[in-house]
């Protein structure tokens, strides 16, 4: 049975271990390491007992602006085992979507594709933002066929809406034919 001293407990080392994360000195080793042995084993009790997701994803989600693939595709790798943790924020899920429509290294776009298909399959929100936001991109037409290519990717990969994403097959289609 947890106390609330644990509570107080976990979210603080959350807060630590997002700040080490993110911090520019710690290794894609010691990321990977987060990733893999703290967060995907315990996903499900970090998804219910921290309560400070707001600040841990602030912390956290620095590594996505990085100029390192490899630094980029583990912060995916963790926001895609911690989807509550970004469901509302925008600014994280466009720069995913920046990511999967930008990047050049296949790999990353792998994982990129991976974590919108993850994270939308527990987000409801975060499917219909993705949606979204991809929809506003279609439909502003600016954008090269290697982006049209991503966008298709993205959106075979968000599970949510299908007579939207119908249509923004549709849309494309149009301007790319």
């Known amino acids: 049975m947890q106390t609330s001293t644990d509570v107080i407990f976990i ?3 959350m807060l630590k271990i997002a700040d080490v994360f993110s911090n520019q000195e710690t290794t894609n080793k010691l990321r990977a390491h987060i990733v893999k042995e703290l967060i995907a084993k315990c996903q499900t009790i970090l998804e219910t007992n921290v309560f400070n997701k707001q600040e841990f994803a602030t ?3 620095q ?3 990085s100029n390192d693939p490899q630094q980029r595709m583990i912060t995916l790798k963790m926001f895609s085992y911690l989807p509550s943790f ?3 924020r925008i600014d994280i ?3 995913i979507l920046n990511l999967l429509t930008t990047t050049t290294n296949e790999q990353e776009r792998l994982v990129a594709n991976q974590t ?3 994270i939308s399959c527990g987000s409801e929100l975060f499917a219909k933002s993705i949606m979204s936001k991809v929809q506003g991109t279609v439909l502003s037409g600016k954008f090269s066929s290697d982006t049209c290519r991503h966008l298709i990717e993205a959106i ?3 599970s949510g809406d299908s007579n939207t994403a119908m249509c923004l097959f549709e849309r494309i289609e149009q301007l790319y034919t």
């Open 116 to 118: 919108i298909y993850l």
């Open 93 to 95: 899920q466009h720069q």
């Open 86 to 88: 970004i469901q509302t």
């Open 59 to 61: 912390r956290a989600s």
């Open 63 to 65: 590594p996505l602006m």
């Open 156 to 158: 075979g990969n968000v």
């Open 11 to 13: 979210n603080s080392i």
